[in-house]
C-alpha cells in the first residue's frame, strides 16, 4: 500500500470540499435552522479535510483512487 500519497482525484475533491463547507454550514446553523442535531454537521470536517489534502485513509485501505493516471 502506498499510504500519504494523493489518491483523491480533483472531481471527488471538489465534491468533498462542498460537502464539507455544507455541512460545516449546518452545524453553526448558518442558513440552517437550529433543530438539535445540527452537531451532525461537525462531521462535514472529514470530507473537508480529506478533500483538501488530496488523501483519503479509507481509499488507502480499499486501494482506491480516483486520481487519473498518466501512461
Same mark, same amino acid.
Given at each position: 500500500?502506498? @499510504?500519504?500519497?494523493?489518491? &483523491?482525484?480533483? @472531481?471527488?475533491?471538489? /465534491?468533498? #470540499?462542498?460537502?464539507?463547507? &455544507?455541512?460545516? !454550514? ?5 442558513? @440552517? +435552522? !437550529?433543530?438539535? @442535531?445540527?452537531?451532525?454537521?461537525? /462531521?462535514?470536517? #472529514? +470530507?473537508?479535510?480529506?478533500? /483538501?489534502?488530496?488523501?483519503? +485513509? &479509507?481509499?488507502?485501505? !480499499?486501494? #482506491?483512487?480516483? &486520481?487519473?493516471?498518466?501512461?
Amino acid at each position: 500500500m502506498n @499510504f500519504f500519497c494523493r489518491n &483523491v482525484g480533483r @472531481f471527488d475533491r471538489v /465534491l468533498r #470540499i462542498a460537502l464539507g463547507v &455544507v455541512l460545516l !454550514a449546518y452545524a453553526l446553523s448558518f442558513g @440552517f +435552522p !437550529a433543530t438539535g @442535531f445540527n452537531q451532525l454537521g461537525w /462531521l462535514g470536517l #472529514i +470530507p473537508l479535510v480529506t478533500g /483538501l489534502i488530496g488523501y483519503c +485513509p &479509507v481509499y488507502a485501505v !480499499a486501494e #482506491i483512487s480516483t &486520481v487519473a493516471r498518466r501512461d
